[in-house]
């Protein structure tokens, strides 16, 4: 059973408006999120992250909203570009106290496309 | 600074056979990670490791060994390829842990291998 859903394996949005990329996690104990965005042919980048003590964070054009009674993240871009096309991970955090380690469950992805 | 560098980058293998995937860090990071990414699977964690020296199963470790003998280099084998185990694998590393990431630091990415077993 995922811990981290991204139901929309796709999503196409025209170059000017607002891509919405939706997270949805099963335990309530998770206290970090992360959204990494991965091109074709090479490794996930790190976008944005949000701690479960915020329910907003901003970085330029991209806005992640955490919905903590919801279990609830998303992702928005505005305006979105063509170069935003690619696929977008939700992750999520849980700090394992014995090893100090933040073990991260990641979604699926969602792949998104941005048309000209 | 060539950050996080996998070798090799494609690789066939046949049912049974045996080889080792590198990776190789230079930002110093003590965390090296190993994922496998699947088509509607995300990134699954096969094998982590916290320093030189040490390392842990993640979800997914049945199939995989890993060593970590330097601090810079994390090894992932697979004794006995099966067809299961075709998939694209990315080493990772970062600084102690993600609660680092508050500071701006994350996980950063190799560019993948792809490995297919027939």
């Known amino acids: 059973d995922q811990q981290v859903k991204q139901n929309s394996p796709s999503l196409s949005v025209q170059e000017g408006r607002i891509s919405i990329l939706n997270c949805d996690y099963t335990?309530?104990?998770?206290?970090?999120f992360l959204w990494y965005k991965k091109y074709p042919a090479e490794g996930p980048t790190f976008l944005i992250s949000?701690?479960?003590?915020?329910d907003k964070n901003e970085d330029g054009r991209f806005t992640v909203f955490l919905n903590k009674s919801a279990k609830h993240l998303s992702l928005h871009i505005v305006p979105s570009q063509p170069g935003d096309s690619a696929v977008y991970f939700c992750?999520?955090?849980?700090?394992?106290?014995?090893?100090?380690?933040?073990?991260?469950?990641f979604g699926p992805g969602t792949s998104l496309s941005v048309i000209p | 600074n060539a950050g996080v560098t996998q070798t090799p980058k494609f690789r066939v293998l046949k049912t049974g056979q045996s080889m080792t995937l590198l990776c190789a860090q230079d930002?110093?990071?003590?965390?090296m990670y190993w994922y496998r990414q699947d088509p509607g699977m995300g990134l699954r964690l096969i094998h982590y490791?916290?320093?030189?020296?040490?390392?842990a199963k993640g979800e997914v470790p049945d199939g995989y060994n890993v060593s970590r003998l330097k601090k810079q280099n994390f090894l992932l084998g697979l004794e006995s390829a099966a067809p299961s185990q075709t998939s694209v694998y990315f080493c990772?590393?970062?600084?102690?842990?993600?609660?680092?990431?508050?500071?701006?630091?994350?996980?950063?990415f190799g560019e993948g291998s792809w490995l297919t077993v027939v």
């Open positions: 990772a590393s970062s600084y102690r842990g993600l609660r680092k990431v508050l500071n701006g630091n994350t996980i950063y």
């Open positions: 335990n309530s104990m998770f206290d970090y």
């Open positions: 949000i701690s479960s003590i915020k």
């Open positions: 992750a999520a955090s849980l700090l394992k106290m014995k090893t100090s380690y933040d073990k991260v469950i």
């Open positions: 930002m110093n990071h003590e965390y």
């Open positions: 490791s916290v320093g030189e020296g040490t390392t």
